[in-house]
């Protein structure tokens, strides 16, 4: 590709020597690429930072149908779940704590969808038509795990299905903050999802009588990378059909998050 002027959003190149080695390589044998995978990465944080469609993607950028196809391939064969959790790590381990997290924050927000279909609900309590995004998150705001439901479902039940990869993964977590909507039953499944190593989770509640806006202790962490992921204009609404498809471009998100955060805190 020829030369262009860069974008906010691209890769630096001390940025992309951090994440190069977990791109996936072409295939041996075939054709040489005609698009370098850091300018497929970079189209991918443009559309997702800018909130542009796939179609609108600048013509100094690859094709949108190439830049597609590897955002599909790479959310249908886990390669951004890959990146995205080799970068928290790498993240922890940079800021002097051990890759693998002992205590979480789980949260969950409503945001609307569009007229391009596929799961969706209300949330009563909010007045939201649409989806609900469930997260936990590290005590660094790092995202460990989330899952998109319809926003009818409610926190508890999303909470269960958000947690269920507590049974395979993060063995060292130990405790998790949330707030009042995740009381009661929860607590009892969490006890039983490892019995061999117990999970306790602590409830944060507000004052009685406050009103409004509070920094509560713990709870703000998580509100916090709601607050990151809100600086992608492409996650202020659901613009996708398929709830998996979210998920990834929500990791994807916080891979372009991780990415800049560790070029600040390893030397070039």
């Not at 001390?14 to 041996?28: M, R, S, T, Y």
């Not at 094709?63 to 599909?72: A, D, G, S, T």
């Not at 391939?73 to 800021?95: E, Y």
Request: glycine share 6%.
């Amino acid at each position: 590709m020829a030369p262009r002027l860069p974008y906010p959003t691209d890769l630096t190149d001390h940025e992309w020597n951090l994440i190069q080695h977990l791109v996936p390589h072409a295939k041996p044998g075939g054709r040489p690429e005609d698009y370098p995978k850091r300018e497929i990465l970079n189209a991918i944080f443009y559309l997702l930072r800018s909130g542009c469609s796939w179609r609108m993607l600048p013509h100094d950028l690859p094709p949108w149908r190439i830049v597609y196809y590897y955002f599909w391939t790479w959310r249908r064969d886990g390669t951004w779940q890959l990146i995205h959790d080799l970068l928290r790590g790498d993240v922890r381990a940079a800021a002097g704590k051990r890759r693998q997290p002992s205590a979480g924050i789980i949260d969950s927000q409503s945001v609307k969808t569009t007229e391009k279909g596929g799961v969706r609900g209300v949330d009563t309590h909010k007045q939201v038509k649409g989806r609900k995004r469930h997260i936990l998150v590290d005590t660094l705001g790092l995202l460990l795990a989330v899952v998109v439901t319809a926003a009818s479902v409610q926190d508890r039940d999303g909470a269960s299905q958000l947690l269920a990869i507590l049974r395979v993964k993060f063995s060292r977590l130990r405790l998790i903050w949330a707030d009042q909507a995740y009381a009661g039953d929860l607590m009892a499944w969490l006890w039983a999802l490892r019995p061999w190593r117990t999970i306790r989770l602590a409830i944060v509640k507000r004052p009685a009588g406050t009103k409004g806006f509070l920094l509560l202790p713990k709870r703000w962490m998580v509100e916090r990378t709601f607050a990151w992921l809100s600086r992608y204009r492409r996650l202020s609404k659901d613009y996708e059909y398929l709830t998996q498809t979210s998920e990834a471009m929500i990791r994807v998100a916080m891979i372009h998050l991780m990415v800049r955060r560790l070029a600040r805190m390893v030397p070039s």
